[in-house]
């Protein structure tokens, strides 16, 4: 495995848990994630406009361009209202454990990679690291707590949150090929929070908006220069290396946002979770061994 792409990886994945903790941590999460979208928008704007100057986007990638756009709308319109009714601890592990289970299941096929027994191995891990972290534990009554989680409203826009994951890393991983992974990152971010304007605007959930900006502008700030950031260090790794491999080693942002829910919100400690952190990091390091 190419060691810049890893390190690309796991400094996207200390990003991504730290603006993941700032959504939750603000109110009204729904709203904030669009807001955040929005800012990273605005923010990046002349990074955006000078590289659309300078080497523009070929007619080839702009499928994969308008296929990001609509995946990350629903993208943070699941996240946001995953936090909106389920704490970090919960919707966190749920909306990033999915997509290494759906990610080889679709770039084998459509990408024609390929997995080594140990590369398979090593997603398995992380995979039981994640779900174990939100059970609470491997003890059949940890299990029983997320039989229960996984029928509520949160879990289910976690999960939802998952599959869209999935569908983006494995159209980007192509995607970036044909433009400027910056360029990239910025137009999904910039598109979606287009897309998605009317949701928030158009309906009941105005007031809520407004008032998500008065109340978190300061993080949702700091979260829209973090998100692009994150999704453009996943990007650059993408190209340089296996996206079946590489989108699993993004995961140790689950142990980052544990120890942040931990640290920062007050969720509670505890040896299991610590327990299911390690499991999570065997399986990167399996994953890295094996590419």
Not at 206 to 233: F, K, M, Q
Request: net charge positive.
């Amino acid at each position: 495995m190419n060691p810049t792409a890893v390190a690309l990886v796991l400094a996207a994945a200390v990003f991504h848990a730290v603006w993941n903790m700032l959504v939750r941590r603000g109110s009204h999460p729904e709203a904030f994630a669009w807001w955040m979208a929005l800012s990273a928008g605005v923010l990046y704007l002349p990074v955006g406009a000078y590289l659309w100057a300078t080497r523009g986007v070929p007619g080839a990638g702009w499928p994969f361009v308008a296929v990001t756009v609509v995946v990350h709308a629903f993208y943070f319109v699941f996240l946001g209202r995953g936090y909106e009714h389920g704490h970090l601890g919960l919707v966190y592990p749920i909306a990033r454990g999915t997509g290494p289970v759906l990610v080889p299941a679709l770039a084998v096929p459509l990408l024609g990679e390929r997995i080594t027994p140990l590369g398979a191995a090593g997603i398995g891990l992380i995979v039981v690291g994640v779900v174990s972290l939100s059970a609470g534990g491997f003890t059949p009554r940890a299990l029983r707590t997320l039989a229960v989680a996984a029928r509520d409203r949160a879990a289910l826009y976690a999960l939802a949150t998952g599959v869209t994951i999935a569908v983006y890393s494995v159209n980007d991983k192509v995607g970036a090929g044909w433009i400027s992974p910056v360029l990239y990152a910025y137009l999904l971010f910039a598109g979606a929070s287009v897309l998605a304007a009317p949701y928030f605007w158009l309906g009941g959930r105005r007031d809520a908006t407004r008032a998500c900006w008065h109340e978190n502008r300061r993080s949702i700030v700091l979260a829209g220069l973090l998100s692009p950031a994150t999704y453009g260090l996943a990007l650059v790794a993408f190209q340089l290396g296996q996206v079946s491999y590489l989108a699993p080693m993004r995961e140790p942002s689950i142990v980052f946002a544990a120890l942040l829910g931990m640290l920062v919100l007050g969720e509670p400690r505890s040896a299991s979770r610590l327990a299911s952190a390690c499991v999570t990091a065997a399986g990167v390091v399996v994953v890295g061994v094996a590419g």
